[in-house]
């Protein structure tokens, strides 16, 4: 029974258990993003999904035993003991939702600059127009000004895969 199932990992484990079912010859997914450090200018992996990876294999030939104790697993997700059993179909729908959060990532810390217009696209203030004002910590969320009544601006925290650079005439 080939098929995509999903392993839990120990807390932060993840590339370690990639690395052990990588040496094991299987077929293994671990969606990470790509996450730019302002200070060192260098990128690094975050897991898509923290504590979660995927591994295609035939449980009547590995076993659910073998993925158990490889070092760094949890286990398979099960639901009343069955392993669960990922659609291909959702496995392609991550793969490419991932790569255009790690295309989009690039394009809008490139576009971004203090006094950027952009768009927030989605959440409570979605429809709405602001000025960037600048990246925060984590570097996946920005701050932005909102203007709100009679000119009044607040300042907002929100997800960089909220926002939209507003391009010019639009």
Aim: include cysteine; hydrophobic fraction near 35%; charge should be positive.
């Amino acid at each position: 029974m080939l098929g995509w199932y999903v392993m839990h990992s120990k807390p932060q484990k993840e590339p370690w258990l990639y690395d052990q079912l990588s040496a094991l010859q299987l077929d293994t997914y671990y969606p990470c993003l790509r996450v730019r450090n302002e200070r060192t200018r260098s990128y690094k992996s975050k897991p898509y999904f923290p504590g979660y990876l995927f591994v295609n294999v035939d449980l009547d030939i590995t076993g659910t035993s073998t993925l158990q104790w490889i070092p760094g697993s949890l286990g398979l997700i099960t639901f009343g003991g069955t392993p669960a059993c990922v659609p291909d179909g959702l496995l392609q729908r991550i793969r490419r939702r991932v790569g255009e959060i790690n295309s989009a990532g690039d394009k809008m810390r490139e576009s971004l600059q203090l006094g950027s217009e952009v768009v927030i696209h989605s959440g409570p203030f979605g429809g709405f127009d602001a000025i960037f004002y600048t990246r925060l910590h984590d570097n996946e969320r920005a701050q932005v000004l909102l203007k709100v009544l009679q000119d009044q601006v607040i300042r907002i925290n929100l997800p960089l895969r909220d926002l939209t650079v507003k391009q010019n005439g639009l």
